[in-house]
């Protein structure tokens, strides 16, 4: 049986989220399916993975919902199914009510209406994005809506990487005034599906950037239309068991063991207790190595 992998979000206000989450849960028990789903008063975000019967089922059964009829579904291959017909990509299925779908820290500025997200980003899709670069050429900045450390392995050419080791970091930079020179300029907000860059966006454009612009299903949809053959560089780094994805096999590898320096883009946890990021080691560095932040400083 194929095994795939479902992304996908909705910002739209919900009255009794966890209604849904009981809904969403026992329908994704009923399916065999695993993975995450977080719901609030915004809407729902979700990655689930399992046979491909059974997420066709989960995808008509969810759009049968009215405000979640316009979901944008993004398809990815599973690395597989163990022997009870459980995605290998989870390990279990969570379905969680939080304040945002998001965790950027600011769930008051965020304003939602049955249209989605209200003053954030014009979505532009990737052909959109390409006529956006071919007319204001390097006017354009992309701007890196993931965490830091995901950037190490895959990113857009010149893209701006904010100094984050988690969502909540993104409300610092922007206050910090480092990047008030981009606010006359057009700034393309990226990331993986789409759903971070619709609040970093909004949040943005209140602070003063007059030019926002997001990449309307992320870079997920990007590599669908793209490939390797874009303004992409490298992998996509997942929260998965995959954990890193490309879009070919002739992907560049650009990240760099922080170990030895050699092209790799395999991931490992930093080996500092009080840091939550992850950082590139290539198999032949071992299994464990401190990130970047915490290296110590060269003599």
Known sequence: MPAKILLYYVFTPIA?????????????????????ILISEHGINGTVGGDMDALKTYVRKTKQYAP???VDMKWSPGTGLDDDGFSLD?????????????????????????NGVV?????????????????????VTFFDGR????????????????NTET???????LDSGRYDHLKDKPVVTYCTGGVRCEVLSSLMT???????YQLEGGIVRYGETFGN??????????FDGRETTTFGDDATIIGRCVSCGASSDRMVNCADDDCRARTVLCAACGETAVCRRHAPAEA
Do not use: M
């Not at 009794?16 to 995450?36: K, S």
């Not at 995901?150 to 701006?160: C, L, S, T």
């Open 167 to 173: 969502t909540r970091d993104f409300i610092a930079e």
């Open 16 to 36: 009794d989220p966890d209604a849904i989450r009981l809904w969403q849960r026992d329908l994704c028990e009923l399916l065999g399916l695993r993975g995450r």
């Open 119 to 139: 003053g954030g980003g014009t979505h532009l899709k990737p052909g959109e994005l390409h006529r956006l670069v071919a007319e204001r050429g390097d006017d």
């Open 147 to 162: 965490n830091a450390f995901e950037a190490e392995i895959g990113r857009f050419k010149n893209a701006v990487v904010p």
């Open 229 to 238: 053959t874009g303004l992409w560089e490298g992998s996509l780094y997942v």
């Open 206 to 212: 209140s602070r003063g950037f007059g030019e926002v």
């Open 68 to 70: 979640f009829r316009g």
């Open 90 to 114: 989870f390990p279990r299925l969570t379905v969680k009510v939080r304040d945002e779908i998001v965790s950027f820290g600011t769930p008051d500025e965020l304003r939602i209406d049955e």
